[in-house]
């Protein structure tokens, strides 16, 4: 198991929401499986999941909605 990277406190495996905001418009991933800091709360995402929502932003920033949620799960290719 890694280490956060701010403060080398122990990670857990949790789901969280990533939010992307690009000026006129938002998105919402939920439930995105990452790593989080039990003592200062520092998220971070394995290589494939950073990959994925990256994709899932370049997807959905053609979309005209000012927010826009998706779920993790769902997008999973
Ligand atoms: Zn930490």
Redesign the pocket.
Known sequence: MN???????D?ENRKTNFVADLGNCIIIVKDVPSQV??????VSYSHEVAMQLEKIVNRMKDSLTEVAIVHYSNTAA
């Open positions: 280490n956060c990277i701010v403060c080398k406190g990670l800091c039990s003592q200062c709360g520092e």
